[in-house]
């Protein structure tokens, strides 16, 4: 499963791209508000900063404004992948670019329909947010079942990109769904890392090791 970091913050994403773990990133206007960046000036440091798909949305909600958007944000550079919004408009402004081969991120799905809807579109990627859909008391993750079910019954290329995750099981239940992508905050990338256990047996480790008297360098 690949893994794109959810946020507009450089600093954030560098230590990532050094740890290997970044296939891309998204960011959304909430995002790039709270980066308090310019969106062509963050977006286009972040796609030097990453080989993958970099998400950059359409503010407009019409056909003919989000073009002529989406035509500003693939000038940004070759990796930029267009976020549209799960509307008639936003999916006929998908089909526009996907006729083309340019990549597009369907976001804001909620149903198993829409994620069909953006499939037949030509959406490179589908974007159900989990963590909303468990905030209304449905299931996120059983949205990703259906959506891997119908996705695989009629091999549609666009991949499952699990967004809005909010804990650790969303990314393992992710993984064992068969998600193409999981987008994670940052924090909760370095969430990951965590295990009392690993924790333990590393501070068991280190201070056997000084009572060797040994040095490993030296
Ligand atoms: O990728 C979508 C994400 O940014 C939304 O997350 O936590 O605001 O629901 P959240």
């Known amino acids: 499963m690949k893994i794109f970091i959810d946020t507009a913050e450089i600093e954030e994403i560098k230590p990532l791209v050094e740890l290997g773990l970044v296939d891309g990133v998204t960011t959304n206007p909430s995002l790039i508000l709270k980066s308090g960046r310019n969106i062509f000036e963050v977006t286009k440091e972040i796609c030097d900063l990453v080989d993958g798909p970099v998400s950059a949305e359409v503010a407009s909600t019409d056909y003919k404004t989000m073009v002529e958007e989406a035509v500003a944000l693939y000038n940004i550079a070759d ?67 259906e959506i891997r079910i119908i996705y695989d019954n009629y091999n549609f290329d666009t991949e499952i990109l699990v967004a809005s995750t909010r804990h650790n099981l969303h990314i393992i239940d992710s993984a064992l769904i068969g998600a193409d992508v999981a987008t994670i905050p940052p924090k909760l990338v370095h969430q990951l890392f965590k295990h009392p256990l690993t924790d333990s047996g590393l501070a068991a480790f280190v201070a056997d090791w000084e009572k060797t008297g040994q040095s490993i360098t030296d």
């Open 79 to 145: 990796n930029v992948c267009l976020k549209v919004p799960m509307t008639p408009d936003g999916l006929k402004t998908c089909k526009y670019f996907s006729d083309q081969g340019k990549m597009v991120n369907v976001t804001l799905c909620f149903s198993a329909a829409q994620a069909l809807l953006a499939a037949k579109a030509g959406a490179s990627f589908i974007s159900p947010f989990v963590g909303r859909h468990d905030d209304v008391g449905q299931s996120g993750m059983a949205l990703i079942e």
